[in-house]
């Protein structure tokens, strides 16, 4: 079975900066784009940032010259930057990937979520 666990977070000032990590775990084929998506209350899940398998990098305008996105093929992690933290910036934010399955099927797998608090 396939998890993705989430690292990092937690209350942050503004300007501040702060490291995400993900890491797939179980047992898959391969992993093709990986990604992050953020949710505020009140608010729709929203991409962040993604990477593809080639090195790839998009991102939302809100966070592009402050975040970068970055993964590690060897260990299965994808990692997130966040720098010139913005109280707009606070959320909950998921991990996402698509796995081909050993079976060779593609799925869509997220995090739990971790929280991002940007306040004063």
């Known amino acids: 079975q396939v998890q993705l666990v989430e690292s990092g977070g937690g209350l942050m000032q503004p300007g501040g900066s702060v490291r995400l990590s993900c890491a797939v775990a179980?047992?898959?084929?391969?992993?093709?784009?990986m990604g992050w998506y953020r949710q505020a209350p009140g608010k729709q899940r929203e991409l962040v940032a993604t990477?593809?398998?080639?090195?790839?990098?998009n991102y939302a305008d809100s966070v592009k010259g402050r975040f970068t996105i970055s993964r590690d093929k060897a260990k299965n992690t994808v990692t997130l930057q966040m720098n010139s933290l913005k109280v707009d910036d606070t959320a909950v934010y998921y991990c996402?990937?698509?796995?081909?399955?050993?079976?060779?099927?593609?799925?869509?797998?997220w995090g739990q979520g971790t929280q991002v608090t940007v306040s004063s």
């Open positions: 996402n990937a698509e796995i081909q399955s050993v079976l060779f099927r593609l799925r869509e797998y």
């Open positions: 179980g047992t898959f084929f391969s992993i093709n784009t």
């Open positions: 990477i593809t398998s080639g090195d790839s990098t």
